[in-house]
């Protein structure tokens, strides 16, 4: 099947669906079925002895180290609830470099003696496990022909049963290190960040008179977009299939440019996959809270609430992996790439940033009279310190070839990082920069005029979509991450330089007290000398505008445009001196980390460019010549026929075939000079080189689309795959 029959098989597909049954009622109910598969505190405190319990909660809630003694007990209750649950296999869960999920699964059985087996799962094997790291990527901290690494059980994130048809499986959230306990995954360095961020933010708790606070931990809830399309179509794009972005393909004659998709009625279709998802999150404890349509047609939303950032982080991977697998019971393929379809907006993972405890809740509350609250003005101002000190790390830690397609467009924040703050914060600021605050701008009201509708509260200030990192009234939101990438990255960055700003802070207020100044006089001083210094990293105008891009660059912003661009962060003095300093990655991870960044980069347009040549070379251009071929057939008969035909038709086609049987060439060359030396030189001969080249080739394959007769293009159509459903 090929061509239009492909489609047209699509079509019939799609109108002869129909969603399956999905409702929540009695055992399925929410209430019910939310953790069920989790071996969270509940279960916990059911089948731990009482002192065992205590110590793992200790571990959890308050941070204490682990005592060993506690594995056998737990993993002997964990054994116990899993094979309950039908698993016949328990798999140390971690997430290497290459931004997704790997698990390593062994049978809890064993034969005995007697011919029979016996489920076993000691505390020693909870703890620890050891896979072969030699195929996960490193950055030159180990030989690739060094196969040993090690999983480490992560108490703080709860073990879980993932079901299968074909039987269900204990899952154990770990890290992965290498044999010298450097991380090779992204895990350990938030757990390290997070821990080191919560010990300085409790130094200025302190100072606020909390003498004996809990422990403070970051809070991340991460949005997520995504693309549905139609199995049938994706199966028939090769490009899809194996980079997630068309390489090739029209704009649609209709697009988004009528806004009628953003929070429109969810297609039935796609409603059935959204409730079936959300039963399965419910089951892992995954808080799902908001669904809705998102800009572009075919392009959806779901916000989970709040949750500790490594508990998240995990959840994201999680959910990222239950979509693709419910999706596909759907008929359908969910999509996270950052660019899939060219000329509609792409997909980010807003990262929502707090930190607080269960005490007092989020430190970023600025309360109804932000001016008089210091607490909240010191944190708020560790942020505007630890942004503007260190922009460039925040967007080196969304840099990636996928996530390049988005940042700068009118659909993402540009790269140029900046804050948003509102405009009553933005004017406290102010008045702390002239000497100290006195007012708040007040909350309104919003009188709609019609008796029957209420009287609405306005917020003292708007949001702005354009801040790559903005105050939304009780968190930061980081909106630069992209749809693809794991939360970990821009999470152990925001925690590291948090640590670094609240660090400074106490440092400052803890000399002034105890030289003898009035503690609200620092706080005063220091506040003033914090915005003064970093306040041309608050902006709230709009990002998108070429105006802010001269003003950036007055106020000494970074604009880092490309990956490439961004990466050389990783290796910075500056860098390399915070992460060192805080324990959260030492010189040789950073370096890792720069390098697996370049190799990623390189691989993912090696692949793309391979892609082009082969769709290009197989399936466009023989479309094209058929096309031409029956053109140029015409053309013949009509003159045999004693008729004058035009030739501008097999001009016009003929053109861009010639021009795509050049550009392809020029790739396939291209291709062959892709240097095997250093990463950066293969990253670079990417950027330079590949990409242009297979925009050539783009730029002949999707004029031919508009001339090629519909029952010889063998791709679906943008207008096919975001409109079916």
Known sequence: MSGNAVRLQAIKDVEAYTPPVVSFSGDEAPGEVFGANVFNKVVMQKRLPKQIYKSVIATIEQGKPLDPAVADAVASAMKDWALEKGATHYAHVFYPLTGLTAEKHDSFFEPVGDGSALAEFAGKTLIQGEPDASSFPNGGLRNTFEARGYTGWDVTSP????????????????????????????????????????????????????????????????????????????????????????????????????????????????????????????????????RHNEVAPGQFEIAPMFERGNIAAD????????????????????????????????????????????????????????????????????????????????????????????????????????????????????????????????????????????????????????????????????????????????????????????????????????????????????????????????????????????????????????TLDALPELISESALELFDKYNVFNHREMHSRYEVGLEQYALSIGVEARLAVEIGT?????????????????????????????????????EPVTALRAALAALRAAIKEIPHGSPLEAATHAQEVLMPAMADVRTAADLLETMVADDHWPLPTYQEMLYIL
């Open 159 to 290: 073990a879980y049963v993932l079901e299968n048809p074909n039987g269900n499986t204990l899952c154990i959230p770990t890290v992965f290190v290498s044999m010298t306990g450097e991380a090779l995954d992204h895990k350990t360095p938030l757990l390290r960040s997070q821990q080191v961020m919560g010990l300085h933010a409790e130094r200025i708790l302190k100072l606020f008179g909390h003498t004996e606070p809990e422990q403070i931990v970051s809070f991340c809830g991460p949005e997520q977009e995504y693309f549905l399309i139609d199995r049938h179509f994706f199966l028939a794009r090769p490009d899809l299939l194996n980079a997630g972005r068309t390489l090739f393909g029209t704009k649609p004659p209709k697009g988004q440019e009528f806004d009628d998709h953003y929070f429109g009625a969810i297609p039935e279709r796609v409603l059935g996959f959204m409730m079936d998802t959300e039963r399965e999150l419910f089951k892992l404890g995954i808080p799902a809270k908001t």
């Open 315 to 562: 959840h994201q991977q999680l959910l990222m992996t239950t979509f693709k697998t419910v999706a596909k019971k759907h008929g359908m393929e969910c999509l996270f790439h950052e660019k899939p379809f060219d000329g509609v907006n792409g997909s980010g993972k807003h990262v929502n940033f707090s930190l607080g405890n269960s005490e007092l809740g989020s430190l970023l509350v600025p309360g109804d009279n932000p001016h008089d609250n210091a607490q909240f003005l010191v944190f708020c101002a560790a942020v505007i310190r630890a942004v503007h000190k260190y922009a460039g790390l925040l967007r080196a830690s969304v840099a990636s070839a996928t996530n390049d397609h988005r940042l700068g467009a009118n659909e993402a924040p540009p790269a140029i990082i900046s804050i948003f703050l509102g405009d009553q914060l933005a004017d406290v600021f102010e008045q702390i920069a002239k000497g100290a605050a006195t007012s708040s701008k007040d909350k309104g009201t919003m009188m709609i005029g019609a008796d029957t509708l209420p009287v609405l509260p306005t917020d003292p200030g708007d949001r702005n979509r354009t801040s790559p990192f903005a105050f939304t009234g009780n968190r930061f939101e980081f909106r630069a991450p992209g749809s693809m990438q794991t939360v970990n990255g821009p999470m152990v960055t925001i925690n590291t330089i948090m640590a670094d700003a609240l660090d400074y802070m106490a440092t400052e207020l803890e000399t002034a007290v105890a030289d003898g100044a009035d503690f609200d006089t620092a706080v005063q001083n220091l506040l003033t000398d914090i915005i003064t210094n970093h306040g041309a990293v608050v902006f709230n105008g709009d990002g998108y505008s070429e105006n802010w891009q001269i003003e950036a660059e007055a106020r000494g912003l970074p604009n880092l445009r490309t």
């Open 618 to 654: 197989t399936l466009i251009l023989p479309a094209a010549v058929r096309h031409q071929t029956e053109i140029a057939q015409n053309f013949v008969a009509l003159k045999a026929a004693g008729m004058e035909p035009d030739s501008a038709p097999l001009t016009e086609v003929s």
